[in-house]
Nanobody, 125 residues
Framework: QVQLVESGGGLVQAGGSLRLSCAASGQTFSSYGMGWFRQAPGKEREFVAGINRSGSLTYIADSMKGRFTISRDNAKNTVTLQMNSLSPEDTAVYYC??????????????????WGKGTLVTVSS
């Protein structure tokens, strides 16, 4: 059974950094693209970042380019989201998700088939 478990969320001051991790199990991790999404209170879930199977290709949402980086370690079955220069607008629950097998670099929720339960990131002003 596929399981995705996020960690690393918490409270951080504006301008600070956080590193989120997602541990995957129950699958051949290197066979799937992975992505991060977020959902702020009262808002729809939005795409944050995607990465292909090998980690050679990534895509970051425009509003986060230059601040967020996605990476993966296929030996450890983990995908990481490094977030820098955080602002209160980045406050949200962040979700790790697995891409459908035919998707190279995921960019939308429709590209994903399994989701973690999320980790809360709160950025104080």
């Amino acid at each position: 059974q596929v399981q995705l478990v996020e960690s690393g969320g918490g409270l951080v001051q504006a301008g600070g950094s956080l590193r989120l991790s997602c541990a995957a199990s129950g699958q051949t991790f290197s066979s799937y693209g992975m992505g991060w999404f977020r959902q702020a209170p009262g808002k729809e879930r939005e795409f944050v970042a995607g990465i292909n199977r090998s980690g050679s290709l990534t895509y970051i949402a425009d509003s986060m380019k230059g601040r967020f980086t996605i990476s993966r370690d296929n030996a450890k079955n983990t995908v990481t989201l490094q977030m820098n220069s955080l602002s209160p607008e980045d406050t949200a629950v962040y979700y790790c998700a697995r891409a459908k097998v035919w998707v190279a670099v995921p960019r939308t929720s429709d590209h994903m088939d399994y989701w973690g339960k999320g980790t809360l990131v709160t950025v104080s002003s």
